[in-house]
Nanobody, 125 residues
């Protein structure tokens, strides 16, 4: 059974940094692209970043490009999201996700079939 557990969220001032982690189990992480998404109150879940299975390729939403970095350590079954120069508009629940099929590489939430419980990130101004 696929399990994704996020951690690392919290309250930070604008301009600060956080590092989110996503511990994966129940599937072969090294064979799968992984994504991070976020959902703010009263807003739809939106794509943040993805990384391919062997870290060859990454992709970011324009709103986070240059500030966030996605990475992974397949040996530790963990995916990370390093967030720098945080802004109040980054406030949201952040989710990591595994695609419905290992070869899928996508920015669409509907292409992902397994989700963590989310971790809250709050950025104060």
């Amino acid at each position: 059974q696929v399990q994704l557990v996020e951690s690392g969220g919290g309250l930070v001032q604008a301009g600060g940094s956080l590092r989110l982690s996503c511990a994966a189990s129940g599937f072969t992480l090294s064979s799968s692209a992984m994504g991070w998404f976020r959902q703010a109150p009263a807003k739809e879940r939106e794509f943040v970043a993805y990384i391919t299975s062997r870290s060859i390729s990454t992709n970011y939403a324009d709103s986070v490009k240059g500030r966030f970095t996605i990475s992974r350590d397949n040996a530790k079954n963990t995916v990370y999201l390093e967030m720098n120069r945080l802004k109040p508009e980054d406030t949201a629940v952040y989710y990591c996700a595994a695609p419905k099929m290992a070869k899928i590489i996508s920015t669409r939430a509907t292409d992902y079939g397994s989700w963590g419980q989310g971790t809250q990130v709050t950025v104060s101004s």
